[in-house]
Structures are given as C-alpha cells and as structure tokens.
C-alpha cells in the first residue's frame, strides 16, 4: 500500500505544487527500493506501470 500511496500522492495536484509526471514518479519510487519499499513488492509496481 505505501507504493501506491506514494506514487499516487506525487502524481497528484496539491493546492501547494503540481503533481509529477508519471515517468519522473514511476522512477522516484522504484529509486527507493531497498531502504523505503521492498525491492520484491518493487518488481509488481514495475511491472503495473511499465
């Protein structure tokens, strides 16, 4: 859940700053793997938003 978390928040507006683009979201979280998501939980996102 906090993958999906996580992206869905960069991807959407904020009154405070635009969302990201996927891609640039896409390739902050999978960055992450290792020390904030499981690497193996990783490979399920990337393949959903490949």
């Known amino acids: 859940m906090a993958i999906a978390d996580t992206f869905d928040a960069l991807v959407s507006d904020r009154p405070y700053r635009a969302?990201?683009?996927?891609?640039?979201?896409r390739a902050y979280v999978l960055a992450?793997?290792?020390?904030?998501?499981?690497p193996r939980l990783l490979l399920a996102f990337e393949l959903a938003t490949a």
């Open 32 to 38: 992450r793997g290792g020390c904030q998501f499981d």
């Open 19 to 25: 969302g990201w683009s996927r891609p640039d979201a």
